[in-house]
C-alpha cells in the first residue's frame, strides 16, 4: 500500500525531473515559430493570398527571416 507521504515524495520528483528537461531543451523559440507560421498561413487563406518565407543576408552578415503576403483588394460591389 502507497501512503501518502510516498505519494508526495513521488510527485516531487517528477515534477524536478520534467522541470530538469524542460530547462535542458529548447522548445520555446521552436513553439512560437510554429505558431507564428501557422498564424500567418491562416491569414494567406483568409485573403485568398500568396505567402512567401524569404532568408535575407545583408554586407554585414546578418540574417533575418521575411514573411510575406501578397493579396489583392476584393472590392464589395
Known amino acids: 500500500m502507497i501512503d501518502d507521504n510516498?505519494?508526495?515524495i513521488a510527485v516531487e520528483n517528477h515534477l524536478e525531473g520534467v522541470t530538469k528537461?524542460?530547462?535542458g531543451s529548447n522548445w520555446e523559440k521552436p513553439t512560437k515559430l510554429n505558431i507564428a507560421k501557422n498564424l500567418a498561413e491562416k491569414i494567406a487563406e483568409l485573403l485568398d493570398a500568396e505567402i512567401q518565407y524569404s532568408y535575407l543576408l545583408d554586407h554585414k552578415g546578418v540574417e533575418q527571416r521575411k514573411i510575406s503576403i501578397t493579396y489583392k483588394e476584393k472590392n464589395d460591389e
Open 6 to 8: 510516498f505519494r508526495k
Open 21 to 23: 528537461l524542460m530547462e
